[in-house]
T-cell receptor, first 112, second 111 residues
């Protein structure tokens, strides 16, 4: 059974700092790995999706990497801003339908 | 704008009562999903539907029921058999194999 872990559960950084969020998964046989953002009381917004054949994906100040052999993915946020404050979740998808496993998230606070 | 609409935003359930959470999408997606989110836990799949008039149980389907009579709609009923219904419920849809678009959720509490 796939398990997805995100450590730390919470992170507080000053504005402008570059930061890395971590995601670990136990079963490397994944179809893809996705990063989401969740604002308080809201649903999830997809940020980046990395296919199993890819090593990384970039969107603006965000860069996500995937290392299947070590069971790890990282989300790099450059030049953090207060608007980046949210909970970030990763989700691992196996080769199949609907069986996505979500991590518990890292709550990020960027202090002005 | 295309998207997923969940209603109501807040819902309260009395003892022994069934309540229904609404989920509507105008994205023309075939697949729809219901997740439950509890503090400190990842999202857990309740039910999913790949096509109209078909749906499958997820990991925590006990105490819940769904229907999929229209492509746009996937309502979730929380029955009195669900003894711990207090949670944040998220509906999602996708065009392919995994949830991609999420609604803004319904927070259900016990009175």
């Amino acid at each position: 059974k796939q398990e997805v872990t995100q450590i730390p559960a919470a992170l507080s950084v000053p504005e402008g700092e570059n930061l890395v969020l971590n995601c670990s998964f136990t079963d490397s046989a994944i179809y893809n790995l996705q990063w989401f953002r969740q604002d308080p009381g809201k649903g999830l917004t997809s940020l980046l999706l990395i296919q199993s054949s890819q090593r990384e994906q970039t969107s603006g100040r965000l860069n996500a990497s995937l290392d299947k052999s070590s069971g790890r993915s990282t989300l790099y946020i450059a030049a953090s801003q207060p608007g980046d404050s949210a909970t970030y979740l990763c989700a691992a998808s196996p080769w199949g339908y609907q069986k996505v496993t979500f991590g518990t998230g890292t709550k990020l606070q960027v202090i002005p | 704008d295309g998207g997923i609409t969940q209603s109501p935003k807040y819902l309260f359930r009395k003892e022994g009562q069934n309540v229904t959470l609404s989920c509507e999408q105008n994205l023309n997606h075939d697949a729809m999903y219901w997740y439950r989110q509890d503090p400190g836990q990842g999202l857990r799949l309740i039910y999913y539907s790949q096509i109209v008039n078909d749906f499958q149980k997820g990991d925590i389907a006990e105490g819940y029921s769904v229907s999929r009579e229209k492509k746009e709609s996937f309502p979730l009923t929380v029955t009195s058999a669900q003894k711990n219904p207090t949670a944040f419920y998220l509906c999602a849809s996708s065009i392919d194999v995994q949830p991609q678009h999420f609604g803004d959720g319904t927070r259900l509490s016990i009175l």
